[in-house]
Structures are given as C-alpha cells and as structure tokens.
C-alpha cells in the first residue's frame, strides 16, 4: 500500500507514519517543518522516518512543502500516486487560535481544500484525517458522542476542524470518496510538542519553576496515549468507510451518511482530573511540582469525555493506555532525548 501522510514531522503524524513503515508500507511524508514550535525537534523526528526505512519492511519519501501551496500538493500526487492518505497536517493549538486565526485557515482550510481536491482528481481510496474533540466546544453531556450536534465551538481553532468535517462530507456527497474524521482526544507521549502541557509541566518541574493549571486544576481531560491514537488512525485507515444503508435524512445522524463518510472519537473513555495527571509526572520524576492555581482560560472547556463504542465497533479496537503507564513513557523519553 502507498500512503500519503501529511504533517509527518508532527507528533502524531510521525507516530503514525512510522508505524506504516514498520509494518511494510510505502509512505510518502508531506510536510513544511514550520516554527509554530522548535524546528529541531521536527528534523529529529524526520531522522527517525529515514531510519525506519532502512531497518523496517517499507519505504520512505519525504516532500518537504507547504500544503496551502496547490501546486506542490498537486505535484505530488502526479509523482507518487498515492492509494490512501492520511491526513494530519494542522495549525494545532486551541490557545494560538486567540491570537492567530489567519494561521488557522491557512493550514487548517486551504490545505485541506488542496488534499481533499487531489484525492478527487486522483482517485484516492479513501481519505482519513485529524478532526478533534474541541469540536464538541459548549455540549456538556458526557461522554461526548459522534451522534451529538456540535455547532456550538468555543474556539476558531475548532471551528476550522468541524469545517474539515463539513467538507469532507460534502466530497464524500459530491464525488463518493470515501472520508473517515477522528476526533482525537488529548493526545501526549513520546515525541510530543513543546507547547503541550505534559512537556511544559515536565520542563517546569524539572528546572524547579511553577506549573500553571489552570481552573484549578479541577478540569478533566480523556488523555490518550499517542500509541493508542497511532493504532486508531491506522485501522480506521484500512477500513474504507462507505455508505450507512440505515441513514434517514428526516432524522439524519451526524456521524454517518447515505454517502461513504463517517466520524468517530478516539479517546480513552477515561477522564482524568489534571491534578491526578499531575501527580503521575510527579511519580515518574520523582520530583513534586510547584502548583499555581488559576482560573480557566478563555476557549477551555472544563471536561472531555470520548464515546469510543462506534470505533471499537467497526476496528475491534479502542485505546487503553493508563495514564499512569503513558506519563512515564513520556517521561523516559523526555530524558533520554534532553538528555
């Protein structure tokens, strides 16, 4: 299988591409390595792409571009040809959103124009990408489901996602490609991004300075292993989505459709108080943290809480990770790369 993976030399790009090399895949990685965040830690996470390559069962190309420009988007779709694609490339952050939202539509609206665009004219068998769950913004009925409304966003950041589920379907609709969306919920582990709280608590605890937490620290969050995510991505992947026979535009479902589209979350169906995360990095540091207490900032939700019934359901398969288990493979991980 060809894959085309974009935001490769992101956090869970890369988790997800490796992963496709290893089990003997070709994948062609997408990606401009911007500076939203430290570009080294994007180049190392490249390098480690490369090495996949040479030690696991696929192979690896790697275009280094911007997927707002339409031109090297298609491009490279004429060269590599790609059967599937996964698309992870995003203007990430909700808080960003608040000060930067043209970044947003950019990265988020255009570029996704141009790769939904190109599996049209290229015939991709199916097109699976990065939704989140700040989709959800002010429903407070928990857990969240994909069959709840969510027109109600909280930030621009995720406006712009449940804009790639929009159009999505409207492909899906239009030209029957097939789209599969995933909410992801709190993603963290190893190789994750600096501006995440788990790295910024780690690297604040670490240098003996504060952490902030804000609402007190009292909001709950379905934290979700990047492993257990890269998994969800990749079996959502090769299930191609297709048609509910069973959909009723009188009461039509917004997780499915007449046409070949779907959404499903992908979290751990297990929400953790950010005060007990915290307390699983203080036990993988072995160091306690210097708490400030704030209020919750503007575009936070207090509480996420994913329904994974529908993924397990059509994948077999639903993340499990502790949080306990994952903080401190983070944790490993962060000291041998910081050394």
Not at 83 to 106: C, F, K, M, T
Not at 162 to 185: I, K, Q, V
Not at 187 to 196: A, C, E, L, T
Request: glycine share 8%.
């Amino acid at each position: 299988m060809k894959i085309l993976v974009t935001g490769n030399a992101g956090f869970i790009g890369f988790h997800v591409a490796r992963r496709l090399i290893e089990r003997g895949d070709t994948v062609i990685g997408f990606d401009v390595v911007n500076d939203y965040y430290d570009p080294a830690l994007k180049e190392a996470r490249l390098r480690q792409l490369s090495q996949a390559a040479t030690t696991g069962q696929g192979d690896y190309v790697f275009v280094r571009a911007n997927l707002a420009d339409r031109a090297s988007v298609e491009a490279c779709f004429a060269q590599h040809r790609p059967d599937r694609v996964i698309s992870l490339a995003a203007q990430a952050g909700v808080r960003y959103s608040l000060e930067n939202p043209n970044a947003y539509v950019e990265s988020n609206i255009v570029a996704f124009t141009n790769i939904i665009e190109a599996c049209r004219h290229y015939g991709v068998e199916h097109l699976t990408y990065a939704s989140t769950s700040s989709v959800y913004g002010a429903n407070t009925a928990m857990p969240f489901s994909e069959h709840q409304g969510v027109d109600h966003p909280l930030q621009f950041y995720a406006a712009t996602k449940r804009a790639n589920e929009l159009m999505a379907h409207a492909y899906s609709h239009l030209y029957r490609l097939p789209t599969t969306g995933l909410r992801f919920f709190t993603v963290y582990g190893p190789w994750g991004r600096p501006d995440m709280a788990l790295f910024l608590f780690t690297r604040a605890i670490l240098e003996g300075k504060p952490i902030q937490l804000f609402n007190g620290g009292n909001h709950t969050r379905d934290f979700t292993f990047v492993d257990d995510i890269a998994e969800g991505v990749i079996r959502a992947s090769d299930d191609v989505a297709r048609p509910n026979p069973d959909w009723d535009s009188d009461r039509p479902d917004p997780a499915t459709s007449n046409a070949p589209f779907r959404i499903f979350n992908i979290g751990n169906n297990s929400p953790v108080r950010l005060l007990d995360y915290v307390e699983a990095l203080e036990e993988a540091l072995g160091r306690k943290a210097q708490r400030e207490l704030l209020p919750l900032q503007a575009g936070d939700v207090p509480d996420t809480f994913a329904d994974v019934g529908e993924l397990e359901r059509a994948v077999g398969y639903r993340p499990a990770t502790p949080v306990k288990d994952g903080v401190a493979a983070f944790v490993e991980w962060y000291r041998s790369y910081y050394g």
